[in-house]
């Protein structure tokens, strides 16, 4: 089973904090993103990487950024939170589509809830 | 331009119901795919099926199933016999290129 992992399920910081959150996979998907989630607004895409050390702004990257030093691991960054970035963060990666019918599929982490204060 | 649109922002049924939530999507792809995910109180979204453009067959499984038609551009989810551990958000999605595009999701709430 693939089996996406979010370093923390609750987070709470404060505004101008550097803060981190980790999501490892274990399918050696190619694939990995981040998205948030907000009542009323949906899933939003913030930043995606298509292989190590490569990344892609999605629909939301301000006030953000990533890295992605290792296959398996996907980070994102807010250099110094604010309150309007408390919301829900899930991670999600998806192996290639020449690599077997199941890559297409994106498989989610059980995502952290960040509170900025 | 690509979207995907579930009309019904929440549904409240009793137990053992039927239940049919809605999915309509526009793309000008000819190749693309379609999701579905639930997510529970916990908040993680748990892929329920994917099927692809190219594949209009209708799938069952146990009690879920669901019916893709091109020609409505329309993927919706039936829940027979629901249950209270079926209540939850239902997204939608679509996929043509890297991105996945979902719609707002409808909250299923099955009282006992």
């Known amino acids: 089973d693939v089996k996406v992992t979010q370093s923390s399920r609750y987070l709470v910081k404060r505004t101008g904090e550097k803060v981190f959150l980790e999501c490892v996979q274990d399918?050696?998907?190619?694939?990995m993103f981040w998205y948030r989630q907000d009542p009323g607004l949906g899933l939003r895409l913030i930043y995606f990487?298509?292989?190590?050390?490569?990344?892609e702004k999605g629909d939301i990257p301000e006030g953000y950024s990533v890295s992605r030093e290792k296959k398996e691991r996907f980070s994102l960054i807010l250099e110094s939170a604010s309150t309007n970035q408390t919301s829900m963060y899930l991670c999600?990666?998806?192996?290639?589509?020449?690599?077997?019918?199941?890559?297409?599929?994106?498989?989610f982490g059980p995502g952290t809830r960040l509170l900025v204060l | 331009a690509q979207k995907v649109t579930q009309a019904q922002t929440e549904i409240s049924v009793v137990e053992k119901e039927d239940v049919t939530l809605d999915c309509v999507y526009e793309?000008?792809?000819?190749?693309?795919?379609l999701f579905w995910y639930k997510q529970p109180p916990s908040g993680e979204l748990v892929f329920l099926i994917r099927?692809?453009?190219?594949?209009?067959q209708n799938e069952i499984s146990g009690r879920y199933s669901w019916n893709f038609q091109k020609s409505t551009s329309s993927f919706n989810f039936t829940i027979t016999a629901s249950q209270v551990v079926d209540s939850a958000v239902y997204f939608c999605?679509?996929?043509?290129?890297?991105?996945?595009?979902f719609g707002s999701g409808t909250r299923l709430l099955v009282r006992p």
């Open positions: 999600a990666s998806r192996g290639n589509v020449d690599t077997g019918s199941r890559q297409e599929t994106q498989y």
């Open positions: 999605a679509l996929r043509s290129s890297y991105k996945l595009i």
């Open positions: 399918m050696d998907h190619e694939n």
């Open positions: 990487s298509y292989d190590v050390k490569m990344k």
């Open positions: 099927r692809n453009s190219f594949d209009e």
């Open positions: 793309t000008r792809d000819t190749t693309y795919y």
